[in-house]
Structures are given as structure tokens and as C-alpha cells.
């Protein structure tokens, strides 16, 4: 998911240049020496990483993270609560996995209580919390595609997914019970 973050505000920049004017990207810092020695693809991503440190991203967790990168470029925006839950949820269990050896520790602990995991306990997840999760990312890429819609003037694209009813676009399926 970062790397998908990334790359579309990297793309944003080329498709809407004015945003470098924003207030965020205007402020950069950069030896200009160095800016103007690199090519145009690597002065974008060298903005966007600067961006990332300047708003201690790697800090951050779930839409939070993004949202923030998101708006540097105009493309933040309204973020259903249940899906910002399963992103947090996901990506520290995620850091769990690839940091703990899958094994609770007081951060998942305290971050995620609704999880009921307990220090020292192996984190599995079924394949309904698998799918929930796979269903939130979904619903977040979306989401952030019709935040692009709308900057450029278009309608947002309606969609549902279990467990994500009407998040999407504001589609019109019955509420998850």
C-alpha cells in the first residue's frame, strides 16, 4: 500500500504540476545543485520521499499514514471509520509478522484492543478477519480513487464490499449487520 501511495502522488505531480505550488511541496528543502542535477522522475520522488520525513510518516500507522502524503497533492479526504480500523488493525499485525515472529507484543497489545490478543500470545487471524482486511484495502484504493475523481471534476464510482457497504462512493447496498 505505500508503495501504491507513493507512486500516485509521484504520478499526481506529473498530471498536476500546480500542485508543487501547494503549501506543503513549496517548502521543501534541497541543495539546489543537486535538485538540478537530477532527472525529472527523480526530482518527483525525491520530493515526495523529503515530504514523507518532513511528516515523520514511517511514525504513523493505517490511513493516517497516507493521508497526510495525500494531502500534500490535494487528494485527502473524507475516510469511513471502519475502514481506517482495518487498515490500523492490518498494518500492526503486519509489523507483528515481520518484526515479532507473530507474537503479541504490548504495541499490538495497546494499539489494537478490540483484537483481544494478549502479550506474548501468537497472532492468527481466520480467514474472515483475512478477508476483512483484503476488503478494507480494497475499499481504500477506492476511496482514494474517488478522491482523484473529484479533484478532477468527475463523479465518484460507486461500489460495494462485504463488510464495507456504501463506503465507496456512497453506494446504496443495505448496511453490514
Not at 528543502?29 to 527523480?42: I, T
Not at 487528494?75 to 515481520?98: C, F, K, S, T
Not at 487471524?125 to 483475512?130: C, F
Not at 481504500?140 to 479533484?151: A, D, L, S, T
Amino acid at each position: 500500500m505505500e508503495y501504491l501511495i507513493e507512486d500516485l502522488v509521484e504520478a499526481w505531480v506529473v498530471f498536476k504540476p500546480e500542485v508543487l505550488a501547494g503549501p506543503v511541496l513549496s517548502r521543501v528543502k534541497v541543495p539546489l545543485a543537486d535538485f538540478l542535477g537530477m532527472s525529472e522522475a527523480h526530482r518527483i520522488t525525491f520530493l515526495v520521499s523529503e515530504v514523507q520525513r518532513d511528516f515523520k510518516l514511517d511514525l504513523k500507522s493505517g490511513a493516517t499514514k497516507f493521508e497526510k502524503l495525500l494531502g500534500a497533492v490535494g487528494l485527502d479526504g473524507p475516510v469511513d471509520q471502519h475502514v481506517r480500523d482495518a487498515l490500523y488493525e492490518m498494518q500492526n499485525i503486519r509489523n507483528v509478522w515481520a518484526h515479532r515472529g507473530g507474537v503479541a507484543d504490548r504495541r499490538l497489545v495497546e494499539a489494537c484492543p478490540s483484537l483481544a490478543f494478549s502479550e506474548g500470545e501468537k497472532v492468527n487471524i481466520g480467514t474472515s478477519e483475512y478477508g476483512r482486511y483484503g476488503h478494507a484495502l480494497v475499499a481504500y484504493v477506492g476511496i482514494v480513487f474517488n478522491h482523484c475523481q473529484k479533484v478532477c471534476g468527475l463523479d465518484p464510482v460507486a461500489y460495494d464490499l462485504p463488510g464495507f457497504y456504501g463506503v465507496v462512493g456512497g453506494a446504496a447496498s443495505p448496511a453490514p449487520m
